[in-house]
């Protein structure tokens, strides 16, 4: 079993930054691709970013290419989003997932493991 945890979500002004961290614990292996996800309220669950713990490779949702950047510390068995020029339309619940399955998706159903979520809320 995998354990997700989110930390560092807050309120932020327009133009402002966060960086949102996920904590890994439990059975993991060094193939599992994680992700970024959003929710909105009254909105569907939206891709964001995913990367491959081995490797690093990234995949970026249009709305986080070239604001946000994933990254991830394998021996620190850490995940983060660093989020910059945030807006309004930013504002949402982000979510931590995670999987065994290979590849890299963007199709929330790809991934088996999910943490409770952090708030972020942008003000313009």
């Known amino acids: 079993q995998v354990q997700l945890v989110e930390s560092g979500g807050g309120l932020v002004q327009a133009g402002g930054s966060l960086r949102l961290s996920c904590a890994i614990s439990?059975?993991?292996?060094?193939?599992?691709?994680m992700g970024w996800f959003r929710q909105a309220p009254g909105q569907e669950r939206e891709f964001v970013a995913a990367?491959?713990?081995?490797?690093?490779?990234?995949y970026y949702a249009d709305v986080a290419k070239g604001r946000f950047s994933i990254s991830r510390d394998n021996a620190k068995n850490m995940m983060y989003l660093q989020m910059n020029s945030l807006k309004p339309e930013d504002t949402a619940v982000y979510y931590c997932?995670?999987?065994?399955?290979?590849?890299?998706?963007?199709?929330?159903?790809?991934?088996?493991?999910w943490g409770q979520g952090t708030q972020v809320t942008v003000s313009s």
């Open positions: 997932a995670a999987t065994e399955s290979p590849g890299l998706s963007g199709d929330r159903w790809f991934y088996r493991y």
């Open positions: 439990g059975r993991t292996y060094s193939n599992y691709a």
């Open positions: 990367i491959k713990l081995t490797g690093g490779t990234t």
